[in-house]
């Protein structure tokens, strides 16, 4: 596998989430370190089984020691015939014998412990040379030994040692020792060390580790939930500043800014309103004074002229206000809302647009505003065409209310764009369309203080559909 792949995986098995890479990081750091604790049983395991074989065979030497003592030295070697097995060597030496090789901790307390055990038996303490110490598993065949010997049925401490005799000779013992009758039952070991030592301290420590990180991640999933709240309502409570010195702070500045923002919006919208106020005195002179014009064509182009005008103040004024989306919700009857809608435009214009579908309850809104939206998408796509039908219907949750058309529908590139204030598209449309760009603009501030979006879409078989998609909780 190459680098890049390599690199690739990772990133795909990596978590996502700030909690679930700080989940990992804590799983993986402690798992390693139980890891090299786990090291800690194996050396313990080792010591147990090396224990009991080696006292047996400093036992057996210590009385071979006291026999050959007391043994003249020409019949020491028939003696050694007779003693000598397969699992207990024996050899006599002049001199002591050299060292066994590279000390290992394992040598330095078999050596101790072969040490004591001689000291009890024999009342005095002795020299003795621990020249190779080990464990071994099953016998093969050919002579080998099992490696493995956590899982051996039956392990056996092997051990070369020397010790003197009384009379300055020294006595070679290789001998290789079992648990005799020691219950070692080593499937029984394997499962405790993989499921006690492993796979039950793993369980605890995720779920440890799972439970702290979502108890240190509550504040910001806390703070992310406000933060979403504050981009559909800015009236929204503020942040609770409990917890955490660090989430404190947080909080804090959040709420700080959620006043900022929200007195700046205020102010804006007071500064509209005022010039909303003004412009309509003036606009209001000029068709008093549009009225006294004696050519009835040019009394016609300037009502034109400032009805546009008032228009465009008005709905300025709508959309930076939030159309009404304040105060307490009301219940809504959607069907007698649309099916009243309908019935003016057909009474004013004439034009018939085909209700499907009904809501199952009243939803919970704001009625101006839900009039409002639902009024501009109704008017806009009968502005492109004739045929328009709303379907209304509740789906997973969710109130969807349909508006489409059988109009030259919109180019894809330019779907997203048409939501932004006085944006037009006269070109690909209707070079008579007339309005002043804010009407899906304004539905969608209708459709985000409910909670909800505002989908578009061309229709594959003509035509265009807007859906007002609000959550029914």
Not at 15 to 39: C, K, N, V
Not at 197 to 217: D, T
Not at 271 to 283: E, K, N, Q, T
Request: with cysteine; net charge neutral; proline share 5%.
């Amino acid at each position: 596998m190459s680098a890049s792949t390599a690199s690739a995986w990772f990133i795909r098995l990596w978590p996502q989430t700030l909690s679930g890479r700080i989940a990992a990081i804590l799983i993986i750091g402690m798992l390693a370190a139980q890891a090299l604790t786990g090291t800690i049983w194996w050396e313990m395991r080792q010591s147990q089984l090396l224990e009991v074989p080696l006292r047996l065979v400093a036992a057996r030497a210590a009385d071979t020691a006291v026999l050959l003592s007391a043994t003249p030295r020409e019949q020491r070697n028939d003696l050694l015939a007779q003693w000598n097995t397969r699992h207990y060597a024996l050899q006599l030496r002049d001199d002591a014998p050299p060292p066994g090789g590279e000390e290992k901790p394992s040598m330095a307390e078999a050596q101790a412990l072969i040490a004591q055990v001689l000291q009890e038996r024999l009342g005095r303490s002795v020299p003795v040379q621990v020249q190779q110490v080990g464990l071994r598993g099953e016998e093969h065949g050919d002579g080998s030994h099992s490696a493995n010997v956590l899982t051996s049925g039956k392990p056996e401490a092997y051990v070369r040692m020397a010790l003197p005799l009384a009379d300055g000779q020294w006595l070679v013992v290789d001998a290789q020792e079992g648990e005799i009758g020691y219950p070692v039952r080593p499937l029984h070991a394997l499962a405790d060390y993989v499921l006690r030592v492993y796979l039950l301290r793993s369980l605890v420590i995720v779920a440890f580790a799972l439970v702290a990180v979502r108890l240190a991640m509550r504040p910001l999933q806390r703070m992310a939930r406000a933060a979403e709240a504050l981009g559909r309502d800015l009236q929204s409570p503020p942040l609770d500043t409990s917890g955490p010195r660090e989430v404190q702070q947080a909080a804090q500045a959040f709420n700080a800014m959620q006043q900022q923002i929200t007195e700046g919006v205020a102010e804006r919208t007071r500064f509209l309103a005022a010039v909303s106020h003004d412009l309509r005195s003036p606009i209001t002179r000029l068709r008093l004074r549009a009225e006294m014009l004696e050519t009835e064509a040019l009394r016609d182009k300037f009502r034109n002229d400032l009805q546009e005008m008032e228009r465009m103040v008005s709905s300025t004024l709508d959309m930076l206000t939030g159309v009404d989306a304040d105060g307490p919700r009301q219940p809504v009857d959607i069907n007698a809302l649309v099916q009243g809608m309908a019935q003016d435009i057909q009474e004013s214009s004439g034009q018939v647009i085909a209700i499907h579908g009904r809501a199952g309850k009243p939803y919970l809104g704001y009625a101006h505003s839900l009039r409002r939206c639902l009024q501009n998408l109704m008017e806009n796509a009968l502005r492109y065409a004739h045929d328009v039908q709303v379907h209304i219907s509740e789906d997973d949750g969710f109130l969807c209310i349909s508006v489409r058309d059988r109009g030259p529908g919109i180019p894809p590139d330019q779907i997203s764009r048409v939501l932004e204030p006085f944006y037009r598209l006269e070109h690909s449309r209707n070079a008579d369309s007339g309005g002043v760009g804010l009407g899906l603009s304004i539905a969608q501030t209708v459709a985000h203080a409910h909670g909800g979006q505002l989908l578009l879409r061309n229709v594959p078989e003509g035509g265009f559909e807007v859906t007002l998609k609000l959550p029914q909780r």
